[in-house]
């Protein structure tokens, strides 16, 4: 199992930005797909983006164009760099890892909050 670790998140004002980090264990974090989700209050979690060991990117529709996931492996994290947030985006948000032998993200962080003000 992989251990995750979100951190980053805050109180921010509509069309701020804020900066997510997920540092994960192991010595083969370069062969990690690592996800972020999130979960609004009295809303299901919810996928918003993920990057493949290849580094292939994916997004959600209502985040698509503001948001972007990145890694650095050499740090065993990722990043989600939040731009033009909006209350919708209020959420905790989850950092999740998925091993290149597994079929879903089965290692998930504890969620930091984020909280976007009008």
């Known amino acids: 199992q992989v251990h995750v670790v979100e951190s980053g998140g805050g109180l921010v004002q509509a069309g701020g930005s804020l900066r997510l980090s997920c540092a994960a264990s192991?010595?083969?974090?370069?062969?990690?797909?690592m996800g972020w989700f999130r979960q609004a209050p009295g809303k299901e979690r919810e996928f918003v983006a993920s990057i493949s060991w290849t580094r292939l990117t994916y997004y959600s529709d209502s985040v698509k164009g503001r948001f972007t996931i990145s890694r650095d492996n050499a740090k065993n994290t990722v990043y989600l760099q939040m731009n033009s947030l909006q209350p919708e985006d209020t959420a905790v948000y989850y950092c999740?890892?998925?091993?290149?032998?597994?079929?879903?993200?089965?290692?998930w962080g504890q969620g930091t909050q984020v909280t976007v003000s009008s």
């Open positions: 999740a890892a998925k091993l290149r032998s597994e079929a879903a993200f089965s290692s």
């Open positions: 192991g010595r083969t974090f370069s062969t990690y797909s």
